[in-house]
């Protein structure tokens, strides 16, 4: 959906630019969402625009987490869905999980928007239309989710969560599996499983890992969760920031 070729050095940057500019046109990705953008793209930049080995194993631990969950939930906000949501219908298929639509700014009309757009790509059912339950500790809007969604998971994929919503969500005792290219970021700081990858690649690697794992025993996913170390998989990604030496392009 751009004319760029695939070998240019900054393609995905491009492409990203490109989606997000687009969700805004069609109501799905706020204003808000451009600057959060433009953020990650910073650390993308540093990070190599690539996969950190530690960002491979945090997505292969999410996959399992997805897959020993009573409910997992995938959080699907107005910068995710502009950015992958065929990517994250094929997520949720291989690990049974809901998607919900779940907005920092929200409207109902976005919501609207980006559950037609899932559905354009595949999904089902797409739950965060209801609205009838809240999430203890944040104001109104922000709380809002559904009864049968977020509200009652224990596992919850949020993709690009906000601070606030990540801690309160931790309150109520859930997993989350956070998706943010910033280390420093309190989601990433507060998450069961930080991923410090773009979601652009971090969502098809967790459902190639579920693919990979679709059949195997419960004893060998609690090995795989219990042995990912969160702090370990901070530090590496800082490190990886600060050195910045290993880019493919030579920065
Ligand atoms: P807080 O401390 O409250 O989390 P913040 O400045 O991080 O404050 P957010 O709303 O969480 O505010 O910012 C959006 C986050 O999403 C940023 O950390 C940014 O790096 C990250 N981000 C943006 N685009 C992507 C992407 N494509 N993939 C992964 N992470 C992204
Ligand atoms: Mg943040």
Known sequence: DIEVPESHPRYLSLLTRHRIEAGVEKGI???????????????????????????????????????????????????VAALCPGELVELAEATGADLEVNLF????????AIADHLREHGAEAVKGLTADARIPGLDH??????????????????????????????????TELVVDLNPLSRSPQVAAVPIVDNVLRAIPNVTAHARDLADAEREELAAIVEAFDREAALADAERAIRTGGDRADGG
Not at 32 to 39: F, M
Not at 105 to 112: K, S
């Open 29 to 79: 990705t706020s204003m808000q969402g451009l600057i959060a953008e433009g953020r990650g793209e910073a650390f993308d930049y540093l990070l190599g625009e690539r996969t950190l080995d530690s960002a491979d194993a945090a997505e292969r631990a999410a996959a399992a987490h997805l897959l020993l969950a009573r409910h997992p939930v995938i959080s699907v906000n107005g910068n």
């Open 105 to 112: 700014n929200r409207t109902d009309e976005r919501v609207r």
């Open 141 to 174: 809007e922000r709380a809002k989710v559904d009864a049968d969604g977020i509200y009652d998971a224990d596992v919850v994929l949020v993709p690009l969560e906000d601070g606030d919503r990540a801690e309160a969500l931790g309150a109520m005792g859930k």
